[in-house]
Nanobody, 120 residues
Framework: EVQLQASGGGLVQPGGSLRLSCAAS????????VGWFRQAPGKGREGVSC????????HYSDSVKGRFTIYSDNAKNTVYLQMNNLKPEDTAVYYC?????????????WGQGTQVTVSS
């Protein structure tokens, strides 16, 4: 059974940090790209970052570039999103997804969301 388990969300003050985790099982992790998306209340889904697990290539949206870092621990079949210098506009439900191949090829599996709230 394919599973993507997202975790690590929470409440943090502006300028703070959080690390999200996306634990994968049920498929060959190294053949996939894993992306992070977010959806704020009343807004559409936004792609945040992606990593191609096979070659480590990473991509970021302009809104998070320089603040967020995506990386994978292939031994644990887990992708992390380190989020620093968080802003109130980063508040959203964050989802991870996995797609065969490289970033930009589409996503086959989705995890449940984890809430990130940035507020003082």
């Amino acid at each position: 059974e394919v599973q993507l388990q997202a975790s690590g969300g929470g409440l943090v003050q502006p300028g703070g940090s959080l690390r999200l985790s996306c634990a994968a099982s049920g498929f060959t992790f190294g053949d996939y790209a894993v992306g992070w998306f977010r959806q704020a209340p009343g807004k559409g889904r936004e792609g945040v970052s992606c990593i191609s697990v096979s070659d480590g290539n990473t991509h970021y949206s302009d809104s998070v570039k320089g603040r967020f870092t995506i990386y994978s621990d292939n031994a644990k079949n887990t992708v992390y999103l380190q989020m620093n210098n968080l802003k109130p506009e980063d508040t959203a439900v964050y989802y991870c997804a996995a797609g065969l191949g490289w970033c930009g090829y589409g996503y086959d599996y989705w995890g449940q969301g984890t809430q990130v709230t940035v507020s003082s």
